[in-house]
């Protein structure tokens, strides 16, 4: 619910912003316990401590849902921002958010419905987006005209790769590897 006071814009009760961000919590923790295949509204709403019904009445669905949670826990550096973010800063980022278990449970969820590998799709391509222009202004600086989506795309490609394929978790030392590989 909004409410208006002495003609302000309008604000969120903070009661409901702090429902959404359990649920939030609550939805990305039942994705990576149940995956797409056993998630649900009802897991969701035990998790956050929530009824059922509030999570339909906030989100609609359980798209939705996993795309706001998506949305507003998992950030890139920089995002809004107009100061440029190193790209090692946006790596690292990846780095962090793909060695846990989220990746794999969003994996899951592309592959087993379209509706949910087309919003991802959207999501990743706009993150992608924002190491395209960080890279961009690193090869600017270094006089380097190579295309900056394409070289965002090496990068976090080289990175998606080794989570895939290699045991353990991606390190720093991986970021390192990556960059000196693709950037030079």
């Known amino acids: 619910m909004r409410s208006r006071v002495d003609g302000q814009p309008a604000r969120e009760d903070p009661r409901l912003e702090r429902t ?4 939030r919590r609550a939805a990305l923790e039942e ?4 995956g797409w295949g056993g998630f649900t509204v009802e897991g969701v ?38 100061r440029p973010v ?13 060695s846990g278990p989220l990746l794999p449970a969003l994996v899951d969820a ?27 202004v690193e090869l600017e600086e270094r006089g380097d005209g190579r295309d900056p989506r394409a070289v965002a795309e090496a990068l976090a490609g080289a990175l998606l790769y080794r989570r895939l394929v290699s045991p353990g978790r991606l ?14």
Not at 171 to 184: E, F, I, K
């Open 171 to 184: 390190t720093a030392g991986d970021v390192d590897t990556v960059t000196a590989a693709v950037m030079g």
């Open 31 to 34: 994705l990576v316990a149940a």
């Open 86 to 98: 190193p790209v090692r800063a946006i790596l690292e980022h990846l780095v962090e958010g793909w």
């Open 110 to 136: 592309a592959q087993r419905d379209p509706d949910m590998a087309t919003a991802l799709r959207a999501s990743s391509a706009e993150r992608l987006g924002g190491l395209a222009r960080a890279v961009a």
């Open 45 to 82: 709403a035990r998790r956050a401590g929530a009824g059922k019904a509030s999570v339909y009445r906030l989100y609609g669905d359980r798209h939705a849902l996993v795309l706001d949670a998506f949305a507003h826990l998992v950030v890139q550096p920089g995002r809004g921002s107009d």
């Open 20 to 23: 959404r961000g359990r649920l």
